[in-house]
């Protein structure tokens, strides 16, 4: 028989409370009611009847919560403007003689990525056996020293140890901060603080860029020595905010600290009421579904992801989100400079600027799409947005290789064109991509084994990372333009993918997930969609269940 009331770290849990009585729509006849259809008819519910007030004190404290996961992305950001524009610097290159393009630049880039990629074992182990707030500080303090190696270098073999470092510092911060800033945010407001905290890559690219196109006017080594130091800034924001801000409820839940995971749901998400329908729904979700046996407690257990039906749908959608979100064409925003000069623009100054703007375009590009995160569905934007993607890189490539049939006597309109069409990819690919690629992995992923596939995707956004950045040079020094031809197939190929294999996770808990992925097809079962009848005070009082196709 089951229970109707349950005791959780001091919360009395009601399940007829949380629970939206079926029926066939007779309440619809009230005046002011209506129909509405919804993913999840419980969590609409509780949202409608839970309405946390923005302004309150613990609100504010929950946004400088991630606003601290925030500089996390920052920290990531910062270093994929960086080296793009420091090689291009005249004191750089009397150091160490690299020059622009080739297996030197190849190697200080990729380093990076070989660090990060070494570094994901272990940032899972620490942030399922010590908590988010863990990771999150190892992986500040790290960088610090990687920042410190990098900026006193005087030769190439100091320099690529620091990026290695680097990257194994940033790996352990982006397993923690992602799972931590899903695991505190309300249900609705989930797609919105986990895509802000994925647009903390343009919190770093942006300063990245500008304080790299403002030192490249002093005359001396500190012109690419500074901008170095500087990718340390959002790691002491980090290191000195994890002290003041509480661990994740759903961490909490996973390793037996019901009574604090159950406050922290009642303080930043019920109002202060234990008795709020959203606080009763979650504490009962959680309850259920957090194992405090789970595969979080076995560091190098992974086997749920091969062996389990769930298993493998989730890990797919981690798969697609990481390889895609690395491999669409944006990889050549590394290279940007090297893109310019293909181009027609030839001036240091000017292809720094122009790194600039296209972050800031970027920005904006995915600032949009964050604030439409919780209404939008996921697998939409990502097919439509996959094939925009090819569609600018294709009239990018076009126009790329009309300049190249004009030699030396360019046509200032194609290069406006090739220019502008490089720039609406980049706002496009922002959109689509930049939001998704913290929300779908975290959303994919349920609480056991959340730090385990964030780390698995570290591996795999490093690994085609490295392809980027390895090859990249090199395939643009030596087939310049019709490199981005590769990218403008794939992304089809992509969008495809996305049709057949998104599952769509907007509108639900991340427990209720589990239903989903537990289904024999998850990518219909997560269109399925009901229909609540909705009260002129705004309750909801029934729901039909319905299909949608």
């Not at 389990?308 to 749908?313: D, M």
Request: charged share 15%; proline share 3%; with cysteine.
């Amino acid at each position: 028989m089951e229970e109707k009331e349950i005791n959780v770290g001091g919360v009395l849990v009601s399940h007829d409370h949380v629970a939206v009585t079926e029926g066939s729509g007779a309440t619809a006849k009230s005046s002011g009611a209506k129909a509405k259809v919804v993913h999840n008819a419980e969590l609409y519910a509780a949202i409608q009847e839970t309405k946390i007030n923005f302004k309150s004190k613990e609100s504010i404290h929950l946004y400088f919560c991630v606003c601290v996961a925030f500089c996390c992305a920052c920290a990531n950001g910062y270093d994929g403007s960086l080296l793009t524009g420091i090689v291009a610097m005249d004191h750089f290159q009397s150091t160490f003689h690299s020059g622009k393009t080739g297996t030197l630049v190849a190697l200080m880039f990729s380093l990076y990525t070989v660090g990060a990629m070494v570094g994901s074992p272990f940032a899972a182990i620490l942030s399922d056996k010590f908590g988010r707030r863990i990771g999150m500080l190892s992986g500040g303090l790290v960088i610090i020293v990687g920042m410190i190696i990098v900026a006193t270098a005087g030769t190439i073999a100091q320099f690529v140890v620091g990026r290695f470092v680097l990257g194994f510092g940033i790996s352990i911060m982006t397993v923690a901060a992602p799972a931590y800033a899903v695991e505190i945010a309300p249900p609705h407001w989930r797609g919105r603080v986990t895509g802000f905290y994925n647009c903390g890559y343009f919190g770093g690219s942006i300063p990245a860029a500008a304080v790299v196109y403002g030192c490249n006017q002093l005359d001396n080594d500190y012109s690419w020595r500074i901008p170095l130091i500087v990718q340390a800034l959002a790691c002491l924001v980090v290191i000195s905010g994890v002290w003041i801000i509480p661990e994740s409820p759903r961490y909490l839940m996973a390793n037996g600290r019901e009574k604090e995971a159950t406050a922290f749901l009642v303080k930043y998400h019920g109002n202060g009421d234990p008795k709020s329908r959203l606080v009763q729904l979650e504490v009962e979700e959680m309850k259920e579904g957090i194992r405090q046996d789970g595969i979080d407690k076995r560091p190098l257990d992974y086997r749920p992801f091969v062996l389990s039906h769930s298993g493998r749908w989730r890990i797919a959608q981690v798969l697609m989100i990481s390889v895609f979100g690395q491999f669409s064409g944006n990889g050549l925003g590394y290279f940007n400079t090297t893109i310019f000069e293909i181009i027609g623009v030839t001036s240091v100054e000017q292809q720094l600027a122009y790194n600039l703007l296209n972050s800031v375009l970027s920005a904006v590009g995915a600032l949009a799409a964050v604030a439409l995160t919780d209404i939008m569905p996921r697998r939409k934007v990502l097919v439509f947005g996959t094939l925009a993607c090819a569609a600018a890189l294709a009239t990018n490539s076009g126009l790329s290789a009309a300049l190249d049939a004009q030699g030396e006597n360019i046509q200032e309109s194609y290069a406006k064109g090739a220019l502008a069409s490089y720039f609406l990819f980049n706002v496009i690919f922002s959109f689509a991509y930049t939001p998704l690629q913290g929300v779908i992995p975290t959303e994919a992923l349920e609480t056991t084994t959340r730090a385990k596939g964030l780390a698995l995707s570290t591996v795999i956004v490093y690994a085609v990372g490295f392809i980027n950045q390895f090859a990249g040079p090199i395939a643009l020094g030596n087939i310049k333009y019709k490199y981005i031809y590769v990218f403008v197939g794939w992304d089809v190929v992509e969008a495809l993918l996305w049709y057949l294999f998104g599952v769509e996770s907007q509108g639900r808990t991340l427990e209720q997930l589990e239903w989903v992925y537990n289904q024999p097809n998850p990518v219909r079962a997560s269109l399925k969609v009901e229909k609540v009848i909705v009260q002129a005070d705004g309750k909801v009082t029934e729901k039909v269940v319905t299909d949608q196709a």
